[in-house]
């Protein structure tokens, strides 16, 4: 697909004075001269962006993923243990009635619905989003800044999607309209500052400029979740599950392919090979609550 690209101003301070920092697969990662936040710049058009997801993003060895369901064990696992993290901080609603934006092939919302929720999630890939429908779950094909609902949740997750998102404070007001009183919102992203940046520097895995636009810290998301009448009540660092497989791949398809044939070579001695690891990947995970 041909993506239009056009020059933004900071999302963080509305400043145009943004520096250079390096160049990625033809985009601009830069970085604002006033307030510092990392973002993509001149980067896909808005009106484009919404597009990216609708069709073969899970399934796309350009941009997004390209072995989504492959990998749905240890996405479970993941959301097993994000969920299991964020119920302690769920105060009152009995039963839950939870939102998982961008919910993809639904795995997350499988584990919710296990805990006897009630589940809705919001899904641009089309396909997905029929055969969510096809299954049962509520689904819905809309933005999150265009999806209209009388219900209050008392659990919305946006799981590797904050920063996806071109309109930040937009996104953080309509959380806040579909979040009742005594609601959450759960967010893991990649965290800008982690030591995984720091030494794989460009060749950091998080760094993909079509979809990934802005680049958080625990300092620039609290302020935008601040600025937008919440506050993040607990931040701590995110990790995710993988196995041998998941692991040589990664690192085959960033690149790595001598530390990736060493790997696999030492797990393999080690007879580790089925096994599921969790592993701090540098991103953060922050509950939001309102003030």
Not at 22 to 39: E, P
Not at 44 to 50: A, H, K
Not at 56 to 63: A, E, G, K, P
Not at 106 to 119: A, F, S
Request: aromatic share 14%.
């Amino acid at each position: 697909m041909q993506f239009i690209k056009k020059s933004y101003s900071c999302t963080k301070c509305n400043q145009d004075n943004a520096g250079l920092l390096f160049v990625k697969q033809g985009y601009n990662i830069v970085k604002c001269r006033n307030c510092g936040f990392v973002y993509v710049n001149p980067r896909v058009l808005n009106e484009q962006l919404g597009i990216i997801y609708q069709q073969n993003y899970f399934t796309n060895n350009d941009y997004g993923y390209s072995g989504y369901e492959q990998e749905k064990a240890l996405r479970v696992k993941n959301f097993e243990k994000w969920i299991g993290k964020s119920e302690k901080f769920i105060n009152g609603d009995i039963p839950v009635r939870a939102l998982d934006i961008g919910c993809a092939a639904g795995y997350c919302l499988e584990v919710m619905q296990g805990k006897g929720w009630h589940v809705e999630g919001l899904e641009l890939d089309e396909k997905m989003c029929s055969e969510l429908k096809a299954k049962g779950f509520s689904a819905h094909h809309k933005l999150l800044e265009n999806f209209e609902t009388d219900q209050k949740y008392s659990l919305i997750t946006l799981f590797d999607v904050i920063e996806h998102i071109p309109d930040v404070d937009a996104a953080f007001q309509q959380l806040y309209k579909i979040t009742n009183e005594n609601g959450i919102v759960v967010m893991v992203t990649p965290d800008y500052n982690s030591i995984q940046r720091k030494i794989m520097r460009k060749k950091w895995f998080q760094y993909k400029p079509v979809e990934h636009i802005q680049y958080f810290t625990k300092d620039s998301i609290s302020s935008f979740a601040e600025r937008n009448n919440f506050k993040a009540i607990y931040i701590s660092v995110c990790g995710q599950y993988a196995d041998v497989n998941f692991l040589i791949n990664r690192l085959r398809y960033y690149h790595f392919s001598s530390t990736a044939f060493l790997i696999s070579g030492v797990l393999r001695l080690l007879n580790i090979k089925n096994r599921f690891f969790y592993i701090d990947t540098g991103s953060l995970f922050v509950v939001f609550k309102k003030k």
